[in-house]
Nanobody, 122 residues
C-alpha cells in the first residue's frame, strides 16, 4: 500500500522560507516519480516539482530558482525547500507518487497525501 504524509507547512512573510517534508512508504522512491503539487482556493491543482529515482528534478516555471526538491532514500522522505516565498505561493501543498515526471500533470499521479497548508503574507 502506498502512503504519503506531508509536514512542514505554516505561515511566513513574503521573502521567507519553508521546508516541506513527505514521508513515503518504503520502496516508493525507486518505483514511482515523486512530486509536489499545490492547490489554492478556486484553482486547479498544479504541479510544482518532481523528482525521479535517479535524482533528476523538474520544476514549474513559477518556482524555478526558488524551490528545490530532493529525496532521502535512507529515511523514505522527499523534501521541498521553498525560498523567497511570495503571496502567490499560498496554497495547500500535496505530495504525490505516480508516473508523471516528464509531464507534471495531476492525472498521472495516483497516490496522494492529505496536504499541508502554506500561507505567505505580504
Amino acid at each position: 500500500q502506498v502512503q504519503l504524509a506531508e509536514s512542514g507547512g505554516g505561515s511566513v512573510k513574503s521573502g521567507g522560507s519553508l521546508n516541506l517534508s513527505c514521508t513515503v512508504s518504503r520502496g516508493i522512491n525507486s518505483r514511482f516519480c515523486l512530486a509536489w503539487f499545490r492547490q489554492a482556493p478556486g484553482n486547479e491543482r498544479e504541479g510544482v516539482a518532481s523528482i525521479r529515482a535517479d535524482g533528476t528534478a523538474s520544476y514549474a516555471d513559477s518556482v524555478k530558482g526558488r524551490f528545490t526538491i530532493s529525496q532521502d532514500n535512507s529515511n523514505d522522505k522527499v523534501y521541498l525547500q521553498m525560498n523567497n516565498l511570495k503571496p502567490e505561493d499560498t496554497a495547500k501543498y500535496y505530495c504525490a507518487a505516480g508516473s508523471g515526471c516528464l509531464v507534471l500533470h495531476r492525472d498521472l499521479f495516483g497516490f496522494w497525501g492529505q496536504g499541508t497548508q502554506v500561507t505567505v503574507s505580504s
